[in-house]
Protein backbone atom coordinates (compact mmCIF):
# COMPACT_ATOMS: atom_id res chain seq x y z
CA UNK A 1 0.00 0.00 0.00
CA UNK A 2 1.46 3.49 -1.06
CA UNK A 3 0.36 6.44 1.43
CA UNK A 4 1.59 9.16 -0.96
CA UNK A 5 2.63 10.93 2.19
CA UNK A 6 -0.87 11.00 3.96
CA UNK A 7 0.45 9.71 7.14
CA UNK A 8 1.25 12.58 9.30
CA UNK A 9 3.39 11.27 12.18
CA UNK A 10 2.21 12.72 15.54
CA UNK A 11 5.98 11.61 16.62
CA UNK A 12 7.97 13.04 13.93
CA UNK A 13 10.89 13.08 16.33
CA UNK A 14 10.20 9.64 17.95
CA UNK A 15 12.57 6.78 16.92
CA UNK A 16 12.87 3.45 18.62
CA UNK A 17 13.92 4.43 22.53
CA UNK A 18 17.56 3.67 23.16
CA UNK A 19 16.60 0.94 25.77
CA UNK A 20 15.34 -1.52 23.06
CA UNK A 21 18.14 -0.10 20.43
CA UNK A 22 21.01 -1.00 23.41
CA UNK A 23 18.71 -4.42 24.79
CA UNK A 24 19.49 -5.58 21.08
CA UNK A 25 23.08 -4.09 20.78
CA UNK A 26 24.28 -5.91 23.76
CA UNK A 27 22.33 -9.49 22.43
CA UNK A 28 24.16 -9.44 19.07
CA UNK A 29 27.61 -8.82 21.02
CA UNK A 30 26.99 -11.66 23.01
CA UNK A 31 27.45 -8.44 26.07
CA UNK A 32 26.47 -8.27 29.78
CA UNK A 33 23.01 -5.71 29.72
CA UNK A 34 23.39 -3.42 32.32
CA UNK A 35 21.46 -0.74 30.06
CA UNK A 36 17.96 -1.82 30.46
CA UNK A 37 16.35 -1.11 33.93
CA UNK A 38 15.20 -4.75 35.31
CA UNK A 39 15.85 -7.21 37.43
CA UNK A 40 17.83 -10.66 36.16
CA UNK A 41 16.45 -12.51 39.27
CA UNK A 42 12.83 -13.63 39.70
CA UNK A 43 9.66 -12.24 41.82
CA UNK A 44 8.96 -13.86 45.27
CA UNK A 45 7.61 -17.20 44.99
CA UNK A 46 4.38 -16.15 47.33
CA UNK A 47 3.83 -13.63 44.58
CA UNK A 48 3.59 -16.16 41.95
CA UNK A 49 1.69 -18.72 43.69
CA UNK A 50 -1.02 -15.89 44.83
CA UNK A 51 -1.46 -15.51 40.81
CA UNK A 52 -1.85 -18.87 40.29
CA UNK A 53 -3.83 -19.39 43.07
CA UNK A 54 -6.20 -16.57 42.23
CA UNK A 55 -6.80 -17.73 38.57
CA UNK A 56 -7.32 -21.23 39.93
CA UNK A 57 -10.05 -19.90 42.18
CA UNK A 58 -11.92 -18.40 38.79
CA UNK A 59 -10.74 -15.00 38.89
CA UNK A 60 -10.10 -14.92 35.38
CA UNK A 61 -12.72 -12.14 34.09
CA UNK A 62 -12.48 -8.46 34.02
CA UNK A 63 -11.58 -6.08 36.41
CA UNK A 64 -13.61 -3.78 38.08
CA UNK A 65 -12.47 -0.76 35.49
CA UNK A 66 -10.78 1.36 38.52
CA UNK A 67 -9.07 -1.49 40.14
CA UNK A 68 -10.13 -4.62 42.53
CA UNK A 69 -11.09 -2.57 45.41
CA UNK A 70 -8.98 -5.00 47.67
CA UNK A 71 -5.78 -3.54 46.09
CA UNK A 72 -6.82 -0.33 46.63
CA UNK A 73 -7.57 -0.54 49.92
CA UNK A 74 -4.30 -1.81 50.52
CA UNK A 75 -2.50 0.85 48.88
CA UNK A 76 -4.69 3.28 50.39
CA UNK A 77 -3.56 1.79 53.91
CA UNK A 78 0.30 1.72 52.47
CA UNK A 79 0.30 4.94 52.01
CA UNK A 80 -1.31 5.86 55.24
CA UNK A 81 1.22 3.98 57.24
CA UNK A 82 3.99 5.32 55.29
CA UNK A 83 3.20 8.79 54.71
CA UNK A 84 0.14 9.77 57.14
CA UNK A 85 -1.70 10.18 53.74
CA UNK A 86 -5.58 9.77 53.95
CA UNK A 87 -6.87 8.50 50.35
CA UNK A 88 -10.00 7.45 49.76
CA UNK A 89 -9.34 3.76 47.76
CA UNK A 90 -13.22 4.38 46.19
CA UNK A 91 -12.24 8.06 44.39
CA UNK A 92 -8.67 8.51 44.62
CA UNK A 93 -6.74 5.49 43.99
CA UNK A 94 -7.39 3.46 40.62
CA UNK A 95 -5.01 0.75 39.28
CA UNK A 96 -3.15 0.83 35.53
CA UNK A 97 -1.24 -1.15 33.17
CA UNK A 98 2.16 -0.27 34.86
CA UNK A 99 3.75 3.14 35.36
CA UNK A 100 3.82 4.56 31.96
CA UNK A 101 0.20 3.98 31.28
CA UNK A 102 -0.63 5.84 34.33
CA UNK A 103 2.00 8.67 33.25
CA UNK A 104 0.39 8.52 30.25
CA UNK A 105 -2.95 8.51 31.28
CA UNK A 106 -2.32 11.30 33.66
CA UNK A 107 -0.64 13.51 31.04
CA UNK A 108 -3.66 12.47 28.15
CA UNK A 109 -6.47 14.05 30.94
CA UNK A 110 -4.91 17.05 32.04
CA UNK A 111 -3.27 19.00 29.25
CA UNK A 112 -4.44 20.29 26.67
CA UNK A 113 -3.70 22.36 23.36
CA UNK A 114 -1.06 25.11 23.81
CA UNK A 115 -0.58 24.02 27.90
CA UNK A 116 2.86 23.84 29.41
CA UNK A 117 4.31 21.11 31.27
CA UNK A 118 7.84 21.67 33.08
CA UNK A 119 10.04 18.54 32.85
CA UNK A 120 13.49 17.90 34.71
CA UNK A 121 15.42 16.70 32.05
CA UNK A 122 17.50 14.77 32.49
CA UNK A 123 13.84 12.38 32.41
CA UNK A 124 12.35 9.55 32.12
CA UNK A 125 11.56 9.23 28.30
CA UNK A 126 7.92 8.62 28.16
CA UNK A 127 6.88 12.14 29.75
CA UNK A 128 7.72 14.84 26.53
CA UNK A 129 5.84 12.11 23.97
CA UNK A 130 3.06 12.03 26.19
CA UNK A 131 2.47 15.93 26.35
CA UNK A 132 3.31 16.35 22.42
CA UNK A 133 0.14 14.02 21.72
CA UNK A 134 -2.08 16.14 23.93
CA UNK A 135 -1.32 19.29 21.80
CA UNK A 136 0.75 20.37 25.39
CA UNK A 137 4.63 21.75 24.77
CA UNK A 138 7.07 21.01 27.03
CA UNK A 139 9.21 23.26 29.06
CA UNK A 140 12.80 21.97 30.34
CA UNK A 141 14.95 22.74 33.24
CA UNK A 142 17.92 21.03 32.76
CA UNK A 143 19.42 19.45 35.67
CA UNK A 144 23.54 19.13 35.26
CA UNK A 145 26.30 16.61 36.33
CA UNK A 146 27.21 15.75 38.82
CA UNK A 147 24.91 16.66 41.51
CA UNK A 148 21.65 17.11 39.21
CA UNK A 149 20.61 19.62 41.76
CA UNK A 150 17.42 21.95 40.92
CA UNK A 151 17.83 26.00 41.84
CA UNK A 152 14.15 26.25 42.24
CA UNK A 153 14.63 29.94 41.49
CA UNK A 154 15.31 29.29 37.95
CA UNK A 155 12.04 27.13 37.92
CA UNK A 156 10.38 30.10 39.06
CA UNK A 157 11.26 31.90 35.74
CA UNK A 158 9.95 29.10 33.59
CA UNK A 159 6.50 29.57 35.45
CA UNK A 160 3.79 31.28 32.57
CA UNK A 161 0.04 32.03 32.89
CA UNK A 162 -0.16 28.58 30.90
CA UNK A 163 2.24 26.62 32.90
CA UNK A 164 -0.67 23.70 33.71
CA UNK A 165 1.96 20.72 34.98
CA UNK A 166 5.16 20.09 36.96
CA UNK A 167 6.67 16.75 36.68
CA UNK A 168 8.78 15.06 39.47
CA UNK A 169 10.89 12.15 40.02
CA UNK A 170 12.01 10.71 43.16
CA UNK A 171 14.34 8.70 42.90
CA UNK A 172 15.39 9.84 39.80
CA UNK A 173 15.58 7.70 36.60
CA UNK A 174 18.20 8.35 35.20
CA UNK A 175 20.24 10.53 37.79
CA UNK A 176 19.99 8.21 40.64
CA UNK A 177 19.14 11.40 42.84
CA UNK A 178 16.54 12.13 45.39
CA UNK A 179 14.22 15.14 45.75
CA UNK A 180 15.17 16.67 49.97
CA UNK A 181 12.13 17.76 52.33
CA UNK A 182 13.74 21.47 51.68
CA UNK A 183 13.16 20.80 47.75
CA UNK A 184 9.53 19.46 48.54
CA UNK A 185 9.32 23.02 50.48
CA UNK A 186 10.46 24.63 47.43
CA UNK A 187 8.01 23.18 45.22
CA UNK A 188 5.15 23.89 47.69
CA UNK A 189 6.57 27.95 48.02
CA UNK A 190 6.47 27.58 44.09
CA UNK A 191 2.80 26.19 43.33
CA UNK A 192 0.78 28.15 46.50
CA UNK A 193 -1.50 30.35 45.01
CA UNK A 194 -1.60 28.53 41.68
CA UNK A 195 -3.73 25.59 40.13
CA UNK A 196 -0.81 23.67 38.46
CA UNK A 197 -0.64 20.03 38.99
CA UNK A 198 2.36 17.95 40.18
CA UNK A 199 3.11 14.54 38.64
CA UNK A 200 4.72 12.80 40.87
CA UNK A 201 6.48 9.80 39.22
CA UNK A 202 7.40 7.36 42.74
CA UNK A 203 8.06 4.00 40.99
CA UNK A 204 11.16 4.01 43.28
CA UNK A 205 9.61 4.73 46.18
CA UNK A 206 10.89 1.88 48.00
CA UNK A 207 14.72 2.20 46.73
CA UNK A 208 16.08 4.64 48.52
CA UNK A 209 19.90 4.62 50.65
CA UNK A 210 21.59 5.55 53.76
CA UNK A 211 18.82 5.82 56.03
CA UNK A 212 17.19 8.83 54.46
CA UNK A 213 13.37 8.76 53.79
CA UNK A 214 11.72 8.74 50.69
CA UNK A 215 9.58 12.17 49.63
CA UNK A 216 6.51 11.70 48.33
CA UNK A 217 4.18 14.33 47.61
CA UNK A 218 1.58 12.18 50.54
CA UNK A 219 3.76 13.67 53.06
CA UNK A 220 2.86 17.18 52.28
CA UNK A 221 -0.89 17.98 52.70
CA UNK A 222 -0.21 21.35 50.14
CA UNK A 223 1.19 19.16 47.24
CA UNK A 224 -0.83 16.09 48.25
CA UNK A 225 -3.85 17.83 47.04
CA UNK A 226 -2.87 18.86 43.89
CA UNK A 227 -0.72 15.70 42.48
CA UNK A 228 -0.91 12.65 40.70
CA UNK A 229 1.24 10.09 42.16
CA UNK A 230 1.90 7.40 40.23
CA UNK A 231 3.38 3.81 41.59
CA UNK A 232 4.51 0.54 39.98
CA UNK A 233 4.39 -3.26 41.59
CA UNK A 234 6.99 -4.19 38.78
CA UNK A 235 9.73 -2.14 40.20
CA UNK A 236 8.97 -2.99 43.87
CA UNK A 237 8.09 -6.73 43.16
CA UNK A 238 11.19 -7.98 40.83
CA UNK A 239 8.16 -8.40 38.44
CA UNK A 240 8.07 -5.95 35.44
CA UNK A 241 6.73 -7.65 32.70
CA UNK A 242 3.46 -8.21 34.87
CA UNK A 243 3.13 -3.75 33.99
CA UNK A 244 0.88 -3.10 36.68
CA UNK A 245 1.07 0.03 38.45
CA UNK A 246 -1.41 2.80 39.96
CA UNK A 247 -2.27 6.41 40.07
CA UNK A 248 -3.23 7.87 43.33
CA UNK A 249 -4.87 11.50 43.06
CA UNK A 250 -7.50 13.81 44.70
CA UNK A 251 -11.02 12.94 43.48
CA UNK A 252 -11.65 15.80 40.93
CA UNK A 253 -8.33 14.58 39.19
CA UNK A 254 -9.04 10.65 39.46
CA UNK A 255 -12.74 11.13 38.03
CA UNK A 256 -10.81 12.81 34.71
CA UNK A 257 -8.32 10.43 35.22
CA UNK A 258 -10.75 7.46 35.12
CA UNK A 259 -12.48 8.81 31.51
CA UNK A 260 -9.35 8.49 29.60
CA UNK A 261 -8.29 5.35 31.53
CA UNK A 262 -12.12 3.77 30.79
CA UNK A 263 -11.42 4.01 26.68
CA UNK A 264 -7.70 3.34 26.84
CA UNK A 265 -7.00 -0.09 28.91
CA UNK A 266 -10.71 -0.19 30.68
CA UNK A 267 -9.51 -2.28 33.17
CA UNK A 268 -5.92 -4.47 34.55
CA UNK A 269 -4.94 -7.98 34.60
CA UNK A 270 -7.18 -9.27 37.08
CA UNK A 271 -4.91 -12.65 38.87
CA UNK A 272 -2.58 -10.18 38.91
CA UNK A 273 -4.40 -7.63 40.90
CA UNK A 274 -5.61 -9.84 43.77
CA UNK A 275 -2.22 -11.28 43.80
CA UNK A 276 -0.44 -7.73 44.47
CA UNK A 277 -3.60 -7.52 47.23
CA UNK A 278 -2.41 -10.31 49.25
CA UNK A 279 1.51 -9.44 49.07
CA UNK A 280 0.75 -6.36 50.22
CA UNK A 281 0.00 -7.95 53.41
CA UNK A 282 3.32 -8.47 53.73
CA UNK A 283 5.14 -5.25 53.69
CA UNK A 284 8.44 -6.28 55.19
CA UNK A 285 8.81 -7.00 51.55
CA UNK A 286 8.24 -3.45 50.20
CA UNK A 287 10.41 -1.95 53.93
CA UNK A 288 13.50 -4.25 52.91
CA UNK A 289 13.76 -3.30 49.49
CA UNK A 290 16.26 -0.57 49.88
CA UNK A 291 18.68 -2.54 52.15
CA UNK A 292 18.52 -4.95 49.38
CA UNK A 293 19.28 -2.73 46.58
CA UNK A 294 21.53 -0.83 49.13
CA UNK A 295 23.57 -3.70 48.99
CA UNK A 296 23.75 -4.30 45.50
CA UNK A 297 24.90 -0.50 44.84
CA UNK A 298 27.82 -0.92 47.24
CA UNK A 299 28.52 -4.28 46.14
CA UNK A 300 29.06 -2.62 42.36
CA UNK A 301 30.52 0.43 43.26
CA UNK A 302 32.80 -1.56 45.28
CA UNK A 303 33.61 -3.48 42.69
CA UNK A 304 34.16 -0.53 39.91
CA UNK A 305 36.36 1.29 42.17
CA UNK A 306 39.96 0.28 40.91
CA UNK A 307 38.36 1.35 37.19
CA UNK A 308 38.94 4.40 35.51
CA UNK A 309 35.56 5.22 35.81
CA UNK A 310 34.13 7.99 38.01
CA UNK A 311 31.10 7.05 40.38
CA UNK A 312 28.18 9.43 40.83
CA UNK A 313 26.36 9.71 44.23
CA UNK A 314 24.02 7.49 43.76
CA UNK A 315 20.75 7.78 46.66
CA UNK A 316 17.98 6.07 45.15
CA UNK A 317 16.95 3.71 42.52
CA UNK A 318 18.98 0.72 40.55
CA UNK A 319 21.22 2.97 38.90
CA UNK A 320 24.74 4.15 38.88
CA UNK A 321 26.09 6.60 37.09
CA UNK A 322 29.50 6.97 35.93
CA UNK A 323 31.81 9.56 33.90
CA UNK A 324 34.30 8.24 31.46
CA UNK A 325 36.00 11.19 31.07
CA UNK A 326 39.53 9.98 32.26
CA UNK A 327 38.92 6.79 29.44
CA UNK A 328 37.52 8.94 26.34
CA UNK A 329 36.54 12.01 24.31
CA UNK A 330 33.96 10.27 22.64
CA UNK A 331 29.86 11.09 22.12
CA UNK A 332 28.61 9.23 25.05
CA UNK A 333 26.20 8.00 22.66
CA UNK A 334 29.24 6.53 20.44
CA UNK A 335 31.28 5.46 23.79
CA UNK A 336 28.05 2.90 25.09
CA UNK A 337 28.59 1.35 21.62
CA UNK A 338 32.00 0.69 21.74
CA UNK A 339 31.83 -0.10 25.13
CA UNK A 340 28.92 -3.12 24.48
CA UNK A 341 31.12 -4.15 21.07
CA UNK A 342 34.83 -4.30 22.66
CA UNK A 343 34.38 -5.10 26.66
CA UNK A 344 30.56 -6.79 25.92
CA UNK A 345 29.41 -4.17 28.56
CA UNK A 346 26.08 -3.10 27.72
CA UNK A 347 25.25 0.82 29.28
CA UNK A 348 22.58 3.74 28.29
CA UNK A 349 24.56 7.46 27.81
CA UNK A 350 22.39 9.54 29.25
CA UNK A 351 22.00 12.58 26.96
CA UNK A 352 19.47 11.11 25.54
CA UNK A 353 17.42 11.72 28.91
CA UNK A 354 17.91 15.84 27.52
CA UNK A 355 15.60 17.08 25.89
CA UNK A 356 18.75 18.49 23.39
CA UNK A 357 21.13 15.57 23.94
CA UNK A 358 23.35 17.24 26.80
CA UNK A 359 26.68 15.15 25.90
CA UNK A 360 28.18 15.23 29.94
CA UNK A 361 30.57 11.89 29.13
CA UNK A 362 28.25 10.48 31.47
CA UNK A 363 26.46 6.72 31.17
CA UNK A 364 24.44 4.74 33.13
CA UNK A 365 24.20 0.98 34.51
CA UNK A 366 21.63 -0.87 36.15
CA UNK A 367 22.66 -2.65 38.92
CA UNK A 368 19.09 -4.47 39.81
CA UNK A 369 21.31 -7.70 38.95
CA UNK A 370 22.82 -11.00 40.36
CA UNK A 371 25.76 -9.93 42.10
CA UNK A 372 28.17 -12.48 39.88
CA UNK A 373 26.95 -10.23 37.11
CA UNK A 374 27.71 -7.28 38.53
CA UNK A 375 30.96 -9.38 39.58
CA UNK A 376 31.85 -10.22 36.00
CA UNK A 377 30.56 -7.00 34.41
CA UNK A 378 33.09 -4.88 37.10
CA UNK A 379 36.44 -7.33 35.65
CA UNK A 380 35.56 -6.63 32.23
CA UNK A 381 35.14 -2.80 33.07
CA UNK A 382 38.14 -2.75 35.42
CA UNK A 383 40.51 -3.61 32.47
CA UNK A 384 40.08 -0.57 30.70
CA UNK A 385 42.78 1.36 30.58
C1 LIG B 1 11.07 6.92 36.22
C2 LIG B 1 10.21 5.81 35.69
N1 LIG B 1 8.89 6.01 35.64
C3 LIG B 1 8.06 5.05 35.18
C4 LIG B 1 8.54 3.84 34.75
C5 LIG B 1 7.59 2.83 34.19
O1 LIG B 1 7.13 1.89 35.07
P1 LIG B 1 6.33 0.63 34.52
O2 LIG B 1 7.32 -0.40 34.09
O3 LIG B 1 5.49 0.21 35.67
O4 LIG B 1 5.50 1.09 33.35
C6 LIG B 1 9.93 3.61 34.76
C7 LIG B 1 10.47 2.33 34.23
O5 LIG B 1 11.61 2.23 33.88
C8 LIG B 1 10.77 4.62 35.25
O6 LIG B 1 12.10 4.45 35.31
Not at 148 to 159: A, Y
Not at 198 to 203: A, F, G, N, Q, R
Not at 326 to 353: C, G, H, Q, Y
Request: neutral net charge; charged residues 25%.
Amino acid sequence: MNFKGSIRSKLPTVGTTIFTVMSAYAREHDAINLSQGFPDFQPHPLLVSEVEQAMKSGFNQYAPMAGLITLREGIAAKVQSLYKADVDPNAEITITAGGTQALFTAIAAMISENDEVILFSPAYDSYAPAVELAGGKTIHYNMEAPDFSINWKQVQKLITQRTRMIVINTPHNPTATTLSEKDMKELIKLTKDSDIIILSDEVYEHIVFDGAEHQSVLRYPALAERSMVVGSFGKTYHATGWKVGYCIAPRELTTEFRKVHQFNVFSVSTPMQHAYAEILKHPELYLDLGTFYQQKRDFFRNAIKGSKFELLDTKGSYFQLVSYKNISEEKDTDFVMWLTREWKVAAIPVSVFYHRHLDQKVIRFCFAKENETLEKAAERLCKIK
